[in-house]
């Protein structure tokens, strides 16, 4: 397509991503209107919504860079090394999540989310208007049904590339399904979340380690906890729904202290909001959307509208923005939007299902598999491989945190390597140990080199 010339293009929703593909847009000359349902936070003291903090890692700082914001932000995020593990009695282990000059960050949703509205407005191709609430879509027609919730005015949008970036509940995914252009679920996961918090100490430090992402994995419930600017951190109770300990089931004070003293007590005694922050703040609910494809006609779905995951692998946002800058490299090559927005679907579908399907596994591996032997073992190998041969053997981790090698590859990958570092170790004995030139062959066999993105 050309480029530019001044054509308008309606963006549902104003979180992470629709600023992102505004600014991409804008870029390239073409004016975004972004339709937000919330209240404009700058001015009010509203939350971002979903989680207090997020880890940003290479695909998101990538899109960052590329819209040129990355360095607005860049001195607001804490590098995390790694996982400390806390054990039930109060022994902690740290687990790198790749090499030491491998990371990922820590920072704060409302202050990436109102850099990035602030960014997006500085151009005057952009513009965000709030209080405005997408009820639907007619995708034949492509009008999109908006009411100004200030003043209840009804507004048809009629004749513009529509990229719906409204999030997990998307409507505009409502009305693709609803009218039989594509199908949808949202699958639950039956584990919900609590935001709980550590102030900084009396001296304002950190009451933990602050460049690592910890974790109290206690089997089938877990908790997280990661550093704020503030040397404040951000906790994070995940609980299935129902069951022996579960949201159903901690409803007392007495409740909640007997998990917190049971399972949790080397934090117990730096949380002296945890009655307050358990009882008033909401219970998240998780769960994973997928489609059959994420376009209709002149519309598309990214971000969470089109794949929302569970948090557990730190890529919602990451995958969000990837999307904003897989879309903005295709535009230039498809003839029309229609075209750009079913090669997008296609080419980036399969990387959605993918990261989907692994924050999904990485749920077990943080909450249970981490407390393991097996589990450490290969952890100890893939790290002694991903050394030994760089270019073809990476840890899952690293595929998807470090690098930019698609989702579907690094799924598909990881099964191979998983597979290898399963049949080491069940080979592998003091009498007859799997040699080092039998791993390269496996290896040299099943792995191809990788082009290293
Ligand atoms: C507990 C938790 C922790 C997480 N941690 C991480 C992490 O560490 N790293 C990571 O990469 N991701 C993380 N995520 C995922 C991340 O939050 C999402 O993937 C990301 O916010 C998706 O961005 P988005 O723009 O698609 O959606 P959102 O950020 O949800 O934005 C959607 C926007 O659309 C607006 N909207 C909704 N409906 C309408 C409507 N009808 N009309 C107009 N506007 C509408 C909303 O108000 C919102 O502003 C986490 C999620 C959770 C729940």
Sequence with gaps: MKSGKNEKITIVGGGLSGPVMAMYLSEKGYRVDIYERRLDMRKTNISAGRSINLAVSKRGITALEEIGVFHKISSKLIPMYGRIIHDIDGSTRFMPYGRPDQYINSVSRSELNILLMTEAEKTDRIRILFQHS???????????????????????????????????GSAVRESMIESGHISGSFDPLGHSYKELSIPPDKSDEFQLEPNALHIWPRGKFMLIALPNMDRSF?????????????????????????????????????????????????????????????????????????????????????ASFEDCTVLNQMIDSSVGWKDLFESFSIKRKIDGDAIADMALENYIEMRDSVNKDRFLNQKDLERQLEIKYPDQFISRYAMVSFHQIPYSTVWERGKVQHKILDWIIENNSADTPVTAEAIEKEIKSKLSVLPLL
């Design 134 to 168: 997408c009820s639907g879509m007619d995708l034949e027609s492509g009008t999109v049904f908006i009411t100004n919730e200030v003043n209840g005015d009804q507004v048809t949008l009629q004749g513009t590339p529509v990229i719906a970036a409204d999030g997990s």
């Design 234 to 318: 951000t906790v994070t109770l995940f609980l299935p729904n129902t069951g022996d300990i579960s949201f159903s089931t901690v409803r007392s004070l007495d409740d909640l202290n007997s998990l917190f003293e049971k399972n949790f007590p080397d934090i117990l005694k730096l949380m002296p909001s945890l009655q307050t922050d358990y009882f008033s703040n909401p219970t998240g609910k998780l769960g994973t959307v997928r489609c059959s494809q994420w376009n209709v006609n002149e519309s598309v779905l990214i971000g969470d509208a089109a794949h929302a995951v569970v948090p557990f692998f730190g890529q919602g946002m990451n």
